[in-house]
């Protein structure tokens, strides 16, 4: 029988055994829990990760290795990554790699073996705490002296974001759209395209006067890592943008709106992660299911006086899952649309932006 070779700590003094795949070392991070049953490879591509080791709850990764086509982004930027049976063969006619040699060429520790339901449970009950994957002779005492002493960071968006513009252009576009990378995913880019937006990738750092000279038809806010009241540089470019150009958020950038209106956030107990989360549409009354990765949330009663009406609810614990202000065309959403990956039912929003720039087109003409 194969021996355990690495093992999970946590804060709390806990320890996980398992088999270790990926790469080798170990980093302080925050661990969470994702309940998503596909789409490993979009997960840890995404930079929403960054500084965090992820549990996937779903007990078989793996399985299909990692293809080209479907990383969020090539700089894999999360901590590590907990599985219950990691299979290294995959069937997949389309695969080029295994997440273990994707997960070991970014020097991301795995490990596999471990009773992940249980894990789930002990943060779903204690919260998100620090943890690290270690090798399985490292003693107690001095891992858990490397946890509880190691700070997480604060500067995650600044480690994701690009470090100059870049643009995704396509045939016959409609709109120009300056969207703001604070760890944007590439399933968004491709879905801005699709609605007929050349888009201009800027990072977090951009300055309104350098917005201004793009002259964009809108400004999209992306999703990215950490805690909003970390970037107070992007909250001040959407108070000096607002009401100038149409605005739409996700996810981080639901939270940043939301915070340049006047609202407050705060940290959950262990965040929403996974891509089975019903949200109630109050403008519409209808129910989406739901792609989520957030560990913020907007305080519904910090909403009162800012301008921003409530749009969606969250039905599994009631927190704010979209806002709107009509009269300067801005909105967000926290969870993520373009559903990569995930269910297909709030594709529409990105409409509703397209809506918005063409609205503020025909105001200007008149």
Request: glycine share 10%; net charge negative; charged share 25%.
């Amino acid at each position: 029988m194969r021996q355990f070779d690495r093992k999970l700590i946590l804060e709390d003094g806990s320890q996980w055994p398992g088999y270790g795949f990926g790469g080798d070392g170990h980093r302080v991070c925050e661990l969470v829990f994702n309940t998503s049953m596909v789409g490993y490879q979009e997960i840890i591509s995404d930079p929403s990760y960054a500084g965090q080791i992820i549990v996937m709850t779903y007990p078989l990764i793996g399985n299909y290795g990692i293809t080209d086509e479907d990383y969020e982004s090539r700089l894999l930027a999360l901590g590590g990554l907990v599985v219950r049976d990691y299979n290294d063969m995959p069937s997949n006619f389309r695969y080029t790699k295994t997440l273990s040699e994707t997960l070991a060429e970014g020097k991301i520790p795995g490990i596999s073996g471990v009773d992940t339901r249980a894990l789930a449970k002990r943060i779903r009950d204690g919260g998100n705490q620090k943890a690290v994957i270690t090798d399985i002779n490292t003693p107690l005492e001095e891992a858990l002296a490397l946890v509880r002493e190691t700070p997480l960071s604060t500067r995650q968006v600044a480690s994701v974001s690009c470090k100059k513009q870049w643009y995704a252009r396509t045939s016959n576009h409609r709109f120009n759209v300056a969207a703001v990378d604070c760890g944007m995913k590439s399933g968004i880019v491709k879905e801005l395209n699709r609605h007929g937006c050349n888009v201009t990738i800027v990072p977090y750092s951009i300055t309104a006067e350098e917005i201004d000279f793009m002259k964009p038809d809108g400004v999209f806010l992306s999703n990215g890592p950490g805690d909003p009241e970390n970037v107070p540089e992007v909250i001040e470019l959407v108070r000096r943008l607002r009401g100038k150009y149409p605005i739409f958020g996700i996810c981080l950038g639901h939270q940043i709106l939301s915070l340049a209106y006047g609202a407050k956030t705060y940290k959950l107990k262990f965040g929403h992660r996974g891509g089975n989360h019903p949200v109630k549409n109050l403008l519409t009354d209808k129910i989406e299911i739901t792609s989520q990765n957030h560990g913020y949330a907007v305080d519904r009663d910090s909403l009162a006086g800012t301008g921003l009406e409530l749009t969606h609810v969250n039905l599994l614990d009631n927190t704010v899952e979209g806002v709107r202000c009509v009269e300067d065309r801005a909105f967000s959403v926290q969870y993520h649309p373009e559903s990569r990956p995930g269910p297909q039912d709030s594709r529409y929003l990105f409409d509703t932006f397209i809506n918005l720039m063409e609205e503020a087109a025909h105001a200007k003409e008149n």
